[in-house]
């Protein structure tokens, strides 16, 4: 069983920053693309950055210049460093990860998510 964990949320004033990491364990030789989502309440979840195993990223526009996605295969760990945070910004993060599980079939995982507040 593949599992992500989330660690990192809380509560920052508006223009701070904050940093999260996800953690994948379980039975893993290699990860795909890995990524954040995040929900506000009342919406739907919204890409927010994927990262590809090789490191080519894609950010949304509403947080480009000021959250930057890294990767650390070696520890299958995904972060996000996030600077500059709005009150727009607050959601529940969640982390996203692609890894095969026989050759050519990729299977999702979901991370249970981490509360990102952000206060004006």
């Known amino acids: 069983q593949v599992q992500l964990v989330e660690s990192g949320g809380g509560l920052v004033q508006a223009g701070g920053s904050l940093r999260l990491s996800c953690a994948a364990s379980?039975?893993?030789?290699?990860?795909?693309?890995m990524g954040w989502y995040r929900q506000a309440p009342g919406k739907q979840r919204e890409l927010v950055v994927l990262?590809?195993?090789?490191?080519?990223?894609n950010y949304a526009d509403s947080v480009k210049g000021r959250f930057t996605i890294s990767r650390d295969n070696a520890l299958n760990t995904v972060y996000l460093q996030m600077n500059s945070l709005k009150p727009e910004d607050t959601a529940v993060y969640y982390c996203?990860?692609?890894?095969?599980?026989?050759?050519?079939?990729?299977?999702?995982?979901w991370g249970q998510g981490t509360q990102v507040t952000v206060s004006s």
């Open positions: 379980g039975s893993i030789s290699v990860i795909n693309d």
């Open positions: 990262i590809t195993r090789g490191g080519t990223t």
């Open positions: 996203n990860a692609y890894i095969p599980i026989r050759p050519g079939i990729l299977n999702e995982y």
